[in-house]
């Protein structure tokens, strides 16, 4: 993030700037995808909880209906 201010401060080209933008939203949106693929496995395959999903917690279709589509 501070690389995101240190570009904008320092006037970098606006297409630098859309770049680290973008690497920071994708970073952002793999964490939350990481975090739901346990889930979504189960719920696919039938698979019975493993430790992973019970340190991530219970996820309840309000949670995943809370996305804005990205």
Do not use: H, N
């Given at each position: 993030?501070?690389?995101?201010l240190?570009?904008?401060v320092?006037?970098?080209?606006?297409?630098?700037?859309?770049?680290?933008?973008?690497d920071?939203?994708?970073?952002?949106?793999?964490?939350?995808?990481?975090a739901?693929?346990?889930?979504v496995?189960a719920?696919?395959?039938?698979?019975?909880?493993?430790?992973?999903?019970?340190?991530?917690?219970?996820?309840?279709?309000?949670?995943?209906?809370?996305?804005?589509?990205?």
């Amino acid at each position: 993030m501070d690389d995101l201010l240190d570009a904008i401060v320092t006037d970098d080209s606006p297409s630098q700037i859309s770049d680290k933008i973008k690497d920071i939203l994708f970073a952002k949106s793999a964490e939350k995808i990481d975090a739901f693929r346990p889930y979504v496995a189960a719920q696919t395959f039938g698979e019975v909880e493993s430790e992973e999903e019970e340190e991530i917690g219970e996820i309840s279709d309000e949670d995943l209906e809370s996305t804005d589509g990205v």
